[in-house]
T-cell receptor, first 111, second 114 residues
């Protein structure tokens, strides 16, 4: 089983619609979770951290489910500029706190 | 504008060449990283430096040689690479080791080995 697993997509989303996708992680000791966004041929950029109680940043909502070991990202009112690959990042739960990346979920927002 | 800058942006090199990738961070961070990103694969951690000391070498072949002269600069020296080493090489920095701080990435060097 991969340490961090994501549906690669693509998720084709009409502009204005809502899209949500999950990421599962295998290490129950993981403590920190992030969503990064990566545009084609660009570097990953931090989108948001994921907190235990769930958190929202504008149109983006992140949730953590420790019991089932997954995090989710929901995008409301999708914009064309939301088209990107979304990377799930989980720390390994060791003393170092090393981060483990998923392969990404591609989202394509269409007019 | 990124607080982590990488040069060059693109590099084409033959298998017998020697080249170096450079990374500089202006964020006051204490940890710096090299990652490799191949098509459709997750980012692979290569090396980690914390306060200029290498703390991780993730089973990377010796044809990749990192150097961290100070906490703001990181190099990756390349020699006798293979075509399968063609990838996007990303430098990143974070506040420090073990405090779960997020990574800040440079814009990457796209390397092609011919």
């Amino acid at each position: 089983r991969k340490e961090v697993e994501q549906d690669p997509g693509p998720f084709n989303v009409p502009e204005g619609a809502t899209v949500a996708f999950n990421c599962t992680y295998s290490n129950s000791a993981s403590q920190s979770f992030f969503w990064y966004r990566q545009d084609c041929r660009k570097e990953p950029k931090l989108l948001m951290s994921v907190y235990s109680s769930g958190n929202e940043d504008g149109r983006f909502t992140a949730q953590l489910n420790r019991a089932s070991q997954y995090i989710s990202l929901l995008i409301r009112d999708s914009k064309l500029s939301d088209s990107a690959t979304y990377l799930c990042v989980v720390n390994k739960g060791d003393s170092w706190g090393k981060l483990q990346f998923g392969a990404g979920t591609q989202v394509v927002v269409t007019p | 504008e990124t607080g982590v800058t990488q040069t060059p942006r693109h590099l084409v090199m033959g298998m017998t060449n020697k080249k170096s990738l450079k990374c500089e961070q202006h964020l006051g961070h204490n940890a710096m990283y090299w990652y490799k990103q191949s098509a459709k694969k997750p980012l692979e951690l290569m090396f980690v430096y914390s306060l200029e000391e290498r703390v991780e070498n993730n089973s990377v072949p010796s044809r990749f040689s990192p150097e961290c002269p100070n906490s703001s600069h990181l190099f990756l020296h390349l020699h006798t690479l293979q075509p399968e080493d063609s990838a996007l090489y990303l430098c990143a920095s974070s506040l420090g080791q073990g405090n779960n701080s997020p990574l800040h990435f440079g814009n990457g060097t796209r390397l092609t080995v011919t």
